[in-house]
């Protein structure tokens, strides 16, 4: 029993440390970030919105934009075709994100409230911290890259 779950395991690390991918799904969270500073910066510069509730939606935006471009680059060949296929793998992404999104808020509200760090460096330092559970989440959860592709 211990030598098949430290296969498992150990297959698991394989496709994780996978260089390529993780290059893109690096690019595509850069890419991400991006759109989540900027609608964040709007949100929070031209209306009454305070950083935390603009981040929930600028969050989404960027999830939106992340989702896209790794289900036709970073993982195009994985995971099952069709319409419904996709719709679960949106959702699963946008649940898996969501522990990343909680990270995120929970460091950008203390970096912002507790020692008054500037928004949109607290964002970023979040969007960091929660980058690698996002990536092994979604490679694991979402996409099943363990399973191989299509």
Known sequence: MSDSFADVIRSRLTVL?????FGQFASVGAVGA????LVLVAL????????????AISWELGIAVIFTINERWT?????????????RRFLRSNVVR?????????VLAALVYGFAVW?????VIGIGVGFFVNYVCE?????QVHRGGR
């Open 44 to 55: 929070v510069e031209f209306t009454a919105l305070g950083p935390v509730v603009a981040k």
């Open 75 to 87: 993982f195009a060949t994985f995971g099952e075709s069709g319409t419904r296929a996709l719709a």
């Open 98 to 106: 969501f522990g990343g999104f909680l990270v995120t808020l929970a």
């Open 17 to 21: 440390f996978s260089k390529s991918r």
């Open 119 to 123: 928004y949109v460096t607290a964002n």
């Open 139 to 143: 490679s694991l959860y979402t996409w």
């Open 34 to 37: 991006i759109v989540d500073n």
